[in-house]
């Protein structure tokens, strides 16, 4: 006993140790499934659970002895027999459609009785089960057995209601008892008078001392293998590979193995490979009296011997189960009945034997007492030497590909390496190009950027946007407004004697400062808002070949300083073009009365003439020398001597040369027009109304020239393109010169924040884990060896 103590305690720390290393394989292998070949596999799944099953009986310290047998071999009668009491089916009555389990109980009062009933769809299974049994599916059965399972399939058919009140209880049936014969009428009664209840049986328990009260002791009744019902099969499996030994009830008089008895002991020998059979077996030859001659009884168990060469001759015992009911202890009347009929006690003295259940139970005894600690010792060492084997098998196909993954300086960042890289390089030359294409459809001016109608539709509508804001203004000033006129005009006078040409003078000096402040603060937002949608469709094409990637925005626009500040300096460079020429403008036209302009056309005659090679205007007298000559003389009669103007639409480039060429001869203009016949100026205004007129007329002029001449002369168009170069360039360069796409891009894989992007680490990440993981699993069990 203290062998067997210490045996089972250290074979249990063993295989517990052995299955935490056989739980981490199981790990690494459905990692590693495609780096390992089936057959290994199946080494490791076939061991597994069978390390499991044994680790599981030691911890429950319990001795399991299954009971096997073909049908009609006398299992039954022999527990029966065993107990001293027949309580349990046998021979006559076939109903032996359970798992009958007895369990050693430590004293009187943890006896026990359960019993637990099919479901059901337990019931539906068993009954195709048995059809295709009787149809002979599986395998082939004799004429006697077919009869006898169509019987149950009938009684189960009639009886199925009355089953199905038993299948429905929720709780298996349990009776403590301190005698067995306490629970012999109900299992009788169970088991042999309600044919309902006893088809409805699944597994019949049985706590009791009548086992070795000093041992965990427990004897499984396996249903044969030879029942045609393959949930039988599957139950006498179950335990066959659950056992510490066996007792395999064979008839006495049938010497021989047949196709189901071999079928079971495969079951057993696959089980533990590295014990033989006869290891733990005990074969009970039941019914020994069914011979009655001496010699015929000798040659026979010779014959038995023969195919049991390997088990000693005191685990091979022949008994005669009803014949030791009947002497020592309580039979059923018809077992007593047919044990007279037979003479069992006779025939066994006539051939020399006992009943053999003593034998048996001290041949069992002697086996837990002695034997099984040597037995468990050798399945153990083999359970622990084959799942070492296993893992060197394993470790020797897996270290080659995940063993130095852990011993370099490889990290996960280091996935966004020259693969992405290459990937990278080829996306932005596509972007590039792409980004080319459509800025060059969607965005670039023509040729003539300047020029009328040459531009973008967007800077077409800004200046568009850009005549009506000049109407507006101009149409809106206060000190234009005819009350306001007259009261400029008669300040310090009165209408009717006023100075005419103070009037004139004030009138103009409280329109020019009005001008320039509206000018200054109100005309150029309208431009940069126009400019503004422009920046904003380039912005959103760069972010749409970037993958919508956040920050593209912030990044190219330098907005995460302060965009406003961006949108300020763009609002200030159209103010810085446009009083370039619009100040001139509204100086030349309306800062002096018509007699007082001489100076201002000597020291402004460059603009001037600027502003004549830039008018786009349909008038033809307003081109070259027209402005000059109406600034001087109040008219618009065209200059003959002054360079010949061209007809038609200029461009920007022509205009230019064209000023050029006047800023020239600007210079010679005072010598020239010394050399002309004086043209009649207009006269100056001696009332209020010339004085208006006059003023009208300026401001006319000044609209005019404003809307034709300054727009282009400023370099709006240019200007807005050169903007929009600039931010098309800066796009290219941040990538090319900075690199700075690429570390947007990389950061936003990196952290999966873009889907849309089309390259994804998440397949490489999860592989680099994972090879990180099974890489320090190795590492574990190599500890673990």
Known sequence: MTNWLETCQHQLAR??????????????????????????????HNEYPRLNRQLERLRANRFEVAVIGLEKAGKSALLNAWLGQEILPSARERCTFTSIEIWSAQTEHDQLLSIQYYTEEEISQLQQQRQEAIAGAGQLLSDKEKKEI?????????????????????????????????????????VFKNRAQSLAIK???????????????IFHDVPGFNSGILMHAEQAIDRLKNCDAIIYAKEMKQPSITGPEKDMLLVVDAEDPTLHVSDKVFVVLTQADALDDPIDFKETYSKHQLYWPAVPERRLIPVCARAHLVEFGIPSEDTLRRSKSADDKGKLKKIGITDGIPILKESVNYYIDNERAAVLAKRCDALVYNMRQITSEILAKLDPIYGAVTDNDFQEDDLLGKEFNQWWGREWQRIKKDFDVWYAESIQGRQEADALGAEHQELAALRSAYDQKIEALLAN???AQPDELKRIYTAGGTLSMPDSREGNY???????????????????????????????????????????????????????????????????????????????????????????????????????KTLEAFYQGPDKNKQEGGLTHYLRYGLWTLLKTVAPSTTGSRSTRTAAKAAATTVEVAVNLADSVKNMEEPEKAPEPTNFDEVVEEISNDLAALQDYLKNSVFYAAGFITYCNQELERIRNRFKEMEDNDRQWIGIIRTAVKYEKNPKIPYSIAHSRRDFRLRREIALEIKEVKAML
């Open 506 to 608: 004030k009138i103009r000096e409280e329109l020019f400062r009005e001008i320039q402040k509206k000018f200054e603060t109100e005309l150029t937002d309208q431009l940069a808002q126009a400019l503004q949608a422009l920046i904003d469709q380039i912005v959103h094409k760069t972010e749409e070949l970037l993958w919508d990637t956040e920050d593209v925005r912030k990044t190219l626009l330098h907005s995460h300083i302060d965009e406003g500040i961006e949108q300020a300096r763009i609002r200030h460079g159209f103010q810085v073009l446009f009083l370039r020429f619009g100040r001139v403008a509204v100086e030349a036209f309306i800062a002096k009365p018509l007699q007082a302009r001489e100076r201002l056309l000597n020291e402004r005659a460059a603009e001037i």
């Open 15 to 44: 295989l517990e140790k052995t299955s935490v290393l056989a739980d981490k394989l199981i790990t690494l292998c459905n990692k590693t499934e495609h780096d390992l070949g089936p057959e290994l596999l199946q080494k490791l």
């Open 203 to 217: 597994r019949i328990q049985l706590k009791t001392v009548r086992l070795r009260s000093d041992r965990d002791i």
């Open 150 to 190: 169509q019987e149950d399939f009938d009684d189960t058919e009639k009886n199925l209601d009355a089953i199905h009140e038993f299948t429905r209880q929720k709780a298996d049936f349990t009776q403590a008892f301190v005698d067995i014969s306490e629970i012999n009428e109900h299992l009788q009664a169970a």
């Open 477 to 479: 000033l206060n000190t």
